[in-house]
């Protein structure tokens, strides 16, 4: 094992670091740098197309192509030079406007232009595209795509489930029949809500220099459109142009899309509870592997570990990320700070959340359903039909259905069909609706839990 997986603060850099590799191309230091080089770059070409200002041809295609090349072939060792420069500067958004230019030093076109490297930009201005790349992206290539295989895979079992009877509880008390696939397709329902609300948030961005009013850009050349102009290069890059800002963009998308993650993430941790209560129950069994071992003394423990693991991260994650959604929108006038440290943190927030997906699924794959536990708890509930059995008497008209019903079964144990059966049998009603009340069971007794679980999948 690598020593420096041993020695890692943080358990996402040590312990599960291979469970958030897919995160490292977007939320790492490296990644951060990269994307503010792709920035600079893309800035400096879009102002180096309008001969008029910078009074010099355009670019020819080969010092475009020899810029598009620095970012694509950016590499860690690159990363560590710029990094060498910021111990000098002790600026980070400086040290890759330096680099830039030593990189291009060779080049005479990039030379006669270097001073339109970062022009009239703050260093938000790069920072804040950047930022909006990352969580773009990350979304759509990580996040989106192990949230659709937890929905996916709750989808089949609901489909596979959908007619397996199972004893409700509410209040942890025995409750109206549901079946087994019925609920598990609540969690894929409420999941795809969140997921298309998550989809809905829109990244924003801006160049609009030091204080958001373009005051650089006018005075250097008042001819120029700059909103106009910055708008079309926000867009270029797939973000959403802000007009507004302050020296920051002011983080209300992001908040948006933490809140969206956080939302995600406790319904997740609602169906880990529910799925911890059910393997405790027996209704689900746990697929086991002959090396494992699930506790250090009794041999027969297999434990939902996945589950508790995927519980555990969500908390961390949300903690992180509501922090994020209520710290970013506020800063200090036109700037403070405080929110750059912060945003250093949003791979950890999304590196919790992508361990516990993982975790999660991981718990799903190992269920197995244990039909006769289900039977079994079914057969000894039969107070359950309480519930029918005063409702159809209401329909008929029959005095006081609910506190009959309520005298016969309320706290009562030993409940069972012959009582039931007993009850029914004198009730003032149809033949027919007798016949049918005495055909119910608890197992049977389960609505349109089987018809609205099988839809789930469409």
């Avoid at 829109?202 to 958001?212: D, H, Q």
């Avoid at 990320?321 to 929110?339: A, G, N, Y």
């Avoid at 699924?361 to 519930?387: F, H, P, S, Y």
């Amino acid at each position: 094992m690598n020593s420096q997986i041993l020695l890692a603060l943080s358990p996402l850099d040590g312990r599960y670091q291979q469970k958030v590799t897919a995160l490292r191309p977007f939320f790492s230091e490296y990644a951060l740098i990269r994307k503010r080089v792709r920035i600079e770059i893309e800035w400096f070409k879009a102002i180096t197309s309008i001969p008029d200002l910078t009074g010099q041809a355009t670019l020819s295609d080969e010092t475009v192509a020899r810029l598009d090349e620095l970012y694509k072939n950016f590499s860690v060792q690159d990363a560590a030079a710029v990094k060498a420069i910021e111990a000098r500067t002790n600026h980070d958004v400086k040290a890759v406007e330096y680099w830039l230019k030593e990189q291009l030093a060779d080049n005479e076109e990039i030379v006669a232009r270097s001073e339109f490297i970062h022009f009239a930009c703050t260093s938000e201005d790069i920072n804040n595209l950047s930022h909006g790349l990352m969580l773009k992206l990350s979304r759509e290539q990580v996040m989106l795509p192990a949230l659709d295989n937890i929905i996916q895979k709750l989808a089949t079992l609901a489909t596979e489930l959908a007619e397996i009877p199972m004893l409700a509880r509410t209040h942890g008390q025995s409750a109206t029949p549901t079946t087994m696939g019925k609920e598990i397709a609540n969690f894929v329902y409420r999941l795809r809500q969140g997921r298309e609300r998550l989809m809905q948030v829109v990244m924003t961005g801006k160049i609009n220099g030091a204080v958001g009013n373009y005051n650089a850009h006018l005075v250097a050349f008042p001819e120029l459109d700059w909103e106009a102009f910055a708008r079309t290069f926000v867009e270029q890059l797939g973000l959403t142009f802000n007009p507004y800002t302050i020296q920051i963009e002011p983080h209300d998308r992001m908040a948006e899309l933490f809140d969206a993650y956080a939302r995600i993430n406790t319904i997740l941790l609602d169906m880990n509870r529910d799925i911890w209560g059910y393997v405790s129950l027996g209704y689900f069994r746990q697929k086991t592997k002959a090396d494992e071992v699930g506790s250090s003394t009794m041999p027969h423990k297999v434990n939902p570990i996945d589950f508790e693991n995927s519980e555990g991260n969500l908390g961390i994650a949300n903690a992180l990320l509501r922090h994020l959604s209520e710290k970013l929108p506020i800063s200090r006038w036109q700037r403070d700070l405080t929110d750059s440290t912060v945003l250093r943190n949003m791979g950890v927030a999304l590196g919790h959340t992508l361990l516990a997906y993982d975790s999660c699924l991981k718990g799903l794959n190992k269920l197995q359903i244990d039909t006769a536990r289900l039977a079994a708890d079914l057969d000894t509930a039969w107070e359950v039909l309480a519930e029918p059995i005063q409702t159809v008497m209401r329909r008929y008209g029959v005095p006081n259905p609910y506190e009959q019903l309520k005298a016969l079964t309320r706290g009562k144990t030993g409940i069972d069909r012959m009582a039931l059966q007993q009850f029914i049998t004198q009730l003032d009603i149809p033949a027919a609706e007798k016949e049918r009340l005495l055909q119910l069971t608890p197992a049977n007794y389960t609505g349109l839990a089987a018809h609205l679980a099988k839809n789930i999948s469409t």
